[in-house]
């Protein structure tokens, strides 16, 4: 309703500016005498009102352009008896000032459509703890959408104040690089329910493909329920040769012992030293950051039923910068790139799915109906 208002003010505005600009176009052609015969007559008028002492009403924006305008042509400090000469003088900066505005007005790349704008502030709404590239791997690979994140930085909401987290690095070994796709890496962390009751999470993942092979809740963690936790994710005919885990004495020598018989070579890694486990840590990291930092785990079952929903989401639906903005286990009807670049293809429309209540959702195609 504002823009209808303002888009009417400047109609109004150069309407006016152009009936003046005729009028005086008319008066040019008119003969000298006749205008200093009007002008008289004119001025007699006005002293009426000065005498009297009766304020005017407030100049519209095209009489305040048109005075400014034909202050150009005369003496205009004698003429001028409607409003102070100061007054006239702070109407030609202000002309100035949207003069130049107007003529140093942001001229780059032309931008996205309305449609896609609208859609962006409400994914990054949606999920707060998604960043521009984040969004444009959502874009690209589920709607086939190529927008640069740059661009997408644009259209996001400003960030809340106070100071922001910024991007953490990430060390690894040449080694863990090399044999990526033929490695584990497993750890703990814990997690505290509304009464206060601490619960072990355990998770094991492929630090190739970046998928959650297994994760289990535990109040009482002990070596021989880790074991039993390895059983039930390898069964030997895995391509897996190595495990990565930490000194804990959780992982006792038995432990090793056995999973040393399914054809793993355990790696134990440094003393003081998590990077050396960059992967999981950084899993751990991404479990809090986007589940267990927004809620607060009832019990043990709720714990569970919580995180296989996460699991399954950053499995299948979740894009990973690390792996090129793939997916560990990438549906069968991911789109193609779309041949227009900001354009939803004709006869489908944007699905979604909410994810955990909506702390996050997942996007895709859905074909209209016919």
């Known amino acids: 309703m504002a823009k209808l208002d303002s888009l009417s003010n400047v109609v109004l505005t150069m309407s006016d500016l152009l009936l003046d600009t005729l009028r005086f176009v008319r008066s040019s052609l008119r003969p000298r005498w006749a205008l200093a015969a009007e002008n008289l007559f004119l001025r007699k008028q ?8 009766v304020k005017p009403r407030r100049a519209k924006a095209a009489t305040k352009l048109t005075l400014v305008w034909l202050s150009r042509l005369f003496a205009w400090r004698e003429a001028l008896t409607v409003v102070k000469p100061d007054t006239l003088v702070r109407w030609h900066r202000r002309g100035f000032r949207l003069l130049w505005r107007w003529k140093s ?21 949606n999920n707060t703890t998604w960043g521009e590239e984040r969004i444009a791997a959502e874009l690209l690979l589920k709607l086939g959408i190529r927008v640069s994140p740059r661009t997408i930085r644009r259209y996001m909401p400003p960030p809340p104040p106070g100071p922001q987290r910024g991007p953490s690095s990430q060390r690894w070994m040449t080694f863990v690089r090399n044999h990526a796709q033929a490695m584990l890496a ?5 997690a505290v329910t509304g009464r206060f009751r601490v619960l072990y999470v355990f998770v094991i993942m492929e630090v190739g493909c970046r998928r959650i092979r297994h994760f289990n809740v535990t109040a009482h963690p002990t070596a021989e329920w880790t074991l039993q936790q390895f059983r039930e994710a390898i069964s030997g005919e895995e391509p897996y040769r190595y495990l990565i885990h930490d000194r804990d004495s959780i992982y006792s020598p038995e432990l090793d012992s056995a999973l040393r018989a399914t054809g793993l070579k355990v790696l134990k890694t440094p003393f003081r030293a998590p990077q050396a486990n960059a992967y999981c840590e950084r899993l751990v990291g991404s479990i809090r950051r986007e589940c267990l930092d927004f809620l607060i785990p009832l019990n043990e079952k709720h714990l569970r ?55 996050h959702h997942e996007y895709g195609l859905e074909r209209l109906a016919a």
């Open 46 to 53: 006005l002293a009426l009102y000065v005498e009297r002492k």
């Open 105 to 125: 007005k942001v001229r780059g790349r032309p931008r996205i459509p309305a449609d896609l704008q609208k859609l962006i502030a409400n994914m990054a709404a």
């Open 186 to 190: 497993c750890d703990f962390f814990v």
């Open 305 to 359: 039923r919580t995180l296989k929903e996460w699991v399954d989401h950053y499995n299948r639906g979740r894009p990973h910068s690390s792996l090129g903005l793939g997916i560990p286990d990438p549906p069968s009807d991911l789109p193609r790139e779309a041949s227009s670049r900001y354009r939803i293809p004709q006869h489908y429309r944007v699905a979604t799915k909410p994810i955990l209540g909506g702390l």
